[in-house]
């Protein structure tokens, strides 16, 4: 079975160093992974795929076939970065997703 | 356009009472998505339709069921409320790729 792992359910960092959150995905085919983010009072958006391979708000993260995962980087946190990230996994072209159960990443001036 | 739009924003329910949840999606996408998102947890996919059909279905009961409508709004109802229904019911809507999140209707069966 499809499963997303996010081991971390807090990360607390100061504001300028870098964040890592990691993502751990089983899965035999072919997936597409995700990054969705919350802030504070808003509803869930997505924050980057891998497919895309961009760069969204200083964000970066790089799907590992061979190590199963997809950690989301930044090398320089922002105290406007505090959220909750969840890490998804899509395994179908409908687009149905699996999610981990989250990190919440404060960061502290 | 106000993207996905959720109705009720909260809602109180008894144990065995029956609940419907609302959901319009964002101009332009015909498949609606639900998902079920506990507390602490991350959402869990319950259901997505498209063309007014049940498309695919994550491991949730027949008490969960669904409608999408001509104008691709599309209902949620959960009969015979548990206890452990009480989650955060979001919808999502999709045209050709990306997903886009409602704000969620809060549900808590008492």
């Known amino acids: 079975a499809q499963r997303v792992t996010q081991p971390e359910k807090l990360l607390s960092v100061f504001k300028g160093a870098p964040v890592e959150l990691k993502c751990n995905y089983s899965y035999s085919g072919s997936p597409e992974l995700f990054w969705y983010v919350q802030y504070s009072r808003q509803r869930l958006q997505l924050l980057l795929r891998h497919i895309s391979r961009e760069s969204i708000k200083g964000f970066t993260a790089d799907l590992n076939k061979g190590e199963t995962s997809f950690h989301l980087k930044k090398p320089f946190a922002q105290e406007e970065d505090s959220a909750m990230y969840y890490c998804?996994?899509?395994?179908?072209?409908?687009?149905?997703?699996?999610f981990g159960a989250g990190t919440q990443v404060v960061v502290t001036p | 356009d106000a993207g996905v739009t959720q109705s009720p924003t909260h809602l109180i329910k008894t144990r065995g009472q029956q609940v419907t949840l609302r959901c319009s999606p964002k101009s332009g996408h015909d498949t609606v998505s639900w998902y079920q998102q506990a507390l602490g947890q991350g959402p869990q996919f319950i259901f997505q339709?498209?063309?007014?059909?049940?498309?695919q279905r994550g491991n949730f009961p027949d008490r969960f069921s669904g409608h999408q409508f001509p104008n691709y709004s599309s209902e949620l109802n959960v009969n015979a409320l548990l206890l452990g229904d009480s989650a955060l019911y979001l919808c999502?809507?999709?045209?050709?790729?990306?997903?886009?999140f409602g704000p969620g209707t809060r549900l808590l069966v008492l």
């Open positions: 339709y498209y063309e007014e059909e049940e498309r």
């Open positions: 998804a996994l899509s395994t179908d072209s409908w687009g149905k997703l699996q």
């Open positions: 999502a809507s999709s045209g050709s790729e990306t997903q886009y």
